[in-house]
């Protein structure tokens, strides 16, 4: 008769494989399904504040889905999305913006207001300027100063995307960078998990943030 493993070998082995079974697990999620992501700075702020942890949801837009395409829901970004991608300038970066538009529209923005295809766009839900000031088109102002301000009209190429912070006035988005191309897409904000700031040289968890789903 072959004799029975012990209790205190077998422990350890099955520890051990769940805790495999575990990372294994958590790999593929990260990969093909959530990343966790953390708001560095104010540029989407009041829709996203610095300290917000969020989970992303990398297969809506077919960006992290790969094989699994055909079982997963996807669409295309859309505009007034909030969307992950791969920095233009630093593609060791991932940034987070909200599409304002897409291929084959024609982006314009006149003292701080957007527009698309000449007509007026309503984005009194979610962008906010903090800074009165409105830099015109000047030769005595280099073009970075008054971009922020004034832009285009310039038409959305194929396969990209328009980008902008909802906190226009201290964002750098496509308005300095240029459009994103869709290939650079990496997912959409699924909810906050948890979030804290730091005030008076403490950090403060803000727990009416949890499960937040951003818009």
């Known amino acids: 008769m072959t004799p029975n493993v012990s209790w205190g070998r077998r422990i350890p082995v099955d520890v051990a494989a769940a805790l495999l079974v575990a990372a294994v697990f958590a ?11 953390r708001i560095p700075s104010e540029s989407m702020e009041p829709t ?3 300290g917000d942890h969020l989970l992303i949801n990398k297969f809506i837009f077919g960006a992290g889905a790969g094989r699994w395409g055909p079982l997963v829901p996807q669409r295309e970004v859309r505009r007034g999305d909030l969307v992950t991608f791969q920095g233009i300038e630093d ?3 991932e940034l987070l913006k909200r599409c304002v538009a897409t291929a084959g529209d024609e982006v314009e923005i006149n003292a701080k207001r957007l527009r698309l295809g000449g007509a007026a766009v309503d984005e009194s839900a979610y962008a906010v300027h903090s800074d009165e ?12 100063v008054w971009r922020r ?9 194929e396969r990209s995307l328009f980008c902008l912070g909802d906190n226009r006035d201290i964002s750098r988005d496509s308005r300095f960078f240029g459009s ?11 909810l906050v998990y948890w979030s804290r700031d730091r005030e008076a040289g403490r950090w403060r968890f803000r727990w009416r943030r949890t499960l937040h789903v951003p818009r």
Do not use: K
């Open 180 to 190: 994103v191309g869709t290939n650079l897409v990496r997912g959409r904000p699924l």
């Open 133 to 144: 000031l409105v830099y015109p088109r000047s030769d005595f102002l280099h073009e970075t």
């Open 149 to 157: 301000d004034s832009f285009g009209p310039e038409r959305v190429p």
């Open 27 to 37: 790999l593929f999620t990260r990969a093909f399904l959530v990343q966790a992501y």
């Open 91 to 93: 593609p060791s970066q």
């Open 48 to 50: 996203l504040l610095v």
